[in-house]
């Protein structure tokens, strides 16, 4: 007869590494990958909007690094994207001005867009 110790039954049994479909696993969460799809929202977004800024917001527990986009009546977009240094070439590249999500948090246009909506403002 074995004898069972109180943790022994959340120890891991004999498996040295995941397999490799959990590799984009981050918390109980799966992680979808930035595609061409993102990139091409994120362009399209740019294009038929003004006053466009891109906050980047840092991978997370649950999600990883995003790219916010928020026009200038607060209207908003979020996307995955690969890193955070690509977040913020691409928002040069498209010269949109970008910060860190982090440091300076959403501005209150997104906020206040969020909060017209919700009303049935818009």
């Known amino acids: 007869m074995t004898v069972m110790?109180?943790?022994d039954r959340f120890r891991?049994?004999?498996r040295t590494s995941r397999p490799a479909?959990?590799?984009a696993r981050t918390g109980s969460t799966r992680v979808r990958a930035?595609?061409?799809e993102d990139v091409r929202h994120l362009e399209q977004f740019?294009?038929?909007r003004q006053g466009v800024e891109g906050f980047v917001e840092p991978r997370t527990a649950v999600s990883d690094v995003t790219l916010l986009l928020v026009a200038?009546?607060?209207e908003w977009t979020r996307r995955r994207v690969p890193s955070v240094k690509w977040a913020h070439d691409f928002a040069n590249r498209h010269r949109v001005?970008?910060?860190d999500a982090a440091v300076v948090g959403v501005p209150q246009r997104m906020r206040d867009y969020n909060r017209r909506r919700k009303?049935?403002?818009i």
Do not use: E, N
């Open 119 to 121: 009303a049935g403002g």
């Open 12 to 14: 891991r049994t004999g």
């Open 97 to 99: 001005p970008s910060y």
């Open 34 to 36: 930035a595609d061409g």
């Open 21 to 23: 479909h959990d590799a």
């Open 5 to 7: 110790g109180l943790f």
């Open 72 to 74: 200038h009546d607060g």
């Open 46 to 48: 740019i294009a038929t």
